[in-house]
Structures are given as structure tokens and as C-alpha cells.
């Protein structure tokens, strides 16, 4: 395990977007004034039934998506307190997919959150909701 160094070398091994885990997505998070958004390729490591992607890593895409806007917006993490995802077409092994995230509503530390994994064609792969708490 590495010593935890200055600020930009804070959380490296997330699983999600972390650069220096070798076992991790290795996401590369945008942020727009309204949301933030990555692009991502499943590959066969990634595979739940046969040339698809499995629905637990989709639902990992769509909550970092989300809980990053908000850390890339504040400075502060933001943990799940619950998400409801809704699969609406399969994401194939190889298939470039957009996963899209933002916040619809902000009260005090808790955060409701909103995201979509888009295909190429256009078609919505799947949705999220998320209540996230921030950590201060």
C-alpha cells in the first residue's frame, strides 16, 4: 500500500477512476458546468454473460459518475447512500459507452444525484438515481 501524499495524489487506487490501480477501469472523468461524464470500453474481463457487459459494473459506472461531479465540484467525497438503477439494453464487450452524471438537487450534505449510460447509437443502456451524502 502507498503512503498517502499531497492532494493530487489522493485517492490513485480508486477502483473506478484510479490511475495507479492496475486492476481498476482507469475512468477519465470530465467536468462540464452541469455535470461530468467519461468514456469507457468494456473489454472481456468485464463480461457477465456472453459479450455483455455485467450489470454490477455498469452500476459501478453510473455511481462514480455521479459522486465525482460532486468531489470535482467541492473538494469533498460524496458517499452513496442509496442508488436504483434501471437496465434497458445490454452493453457489448468492445461497445464505446458514455456515462453521464449530475446533481438535481442539493440540501445541506445530502445530494440527489442523476445518470445514464449512453451507446453510440443513442439508445440509453441504462439509468440512475442516487441519494449521496458528502462527507462534511
Not at 490511475?19 to 474481463?45: I, R, S
Not at 434497458?88 to 452524471?101: A, L, N, S, T
Request: aromatic share 8%.
Amino acid at each position: 500500500m502507498e503512503p498517502t501524499g499531497p492532494m493530487e495524489d489522493r485517492n490513485t487506487w480508486c477502483f473506478v477512476c484510479g490511475k495507479k490501480n492496475p486492476h481498476g477501469l482507469h475512468l477519465d472523468m470530465h467536468l462540464t458546468e452541469d455535470g461530468c461524464y467519461a468514456w469507457f470500453v468494456p473489454q472481456k474481463q468485464h463480461e457477465s454473460y456472453d459479450d455483455r457487459m455485467h450489470g454490477g459494473l455498469i452500476s459501478t459506472l453510473l455511481d462514480e459518475v455521479m459522486g465525482d461531479f460532486i468531489y470535482q465540484k467541492t473538494g469533498i467525497p460524496a458517499y452513496t447512500a442509496r442508488i436504483e438503477v434501471r437496465f434497458r439494453h445490454p452493453v457489448r464487450i468492445g461497445e464505446k459507452i458514455k456515462i453521464e452524471g449530475n446533481v438535481v438537487h442539493h440540501r445541506g450534505r445530502l445530494y440527489e444525484t442523476m445518470g445514464r449510460i449512453t451507446k453510440e447509437d443513442g439508445s440509453i443502456a441504462a439509468e440512475a438515481t442516487a441519494k449521496m451524502m458528502s462527507a462534511k
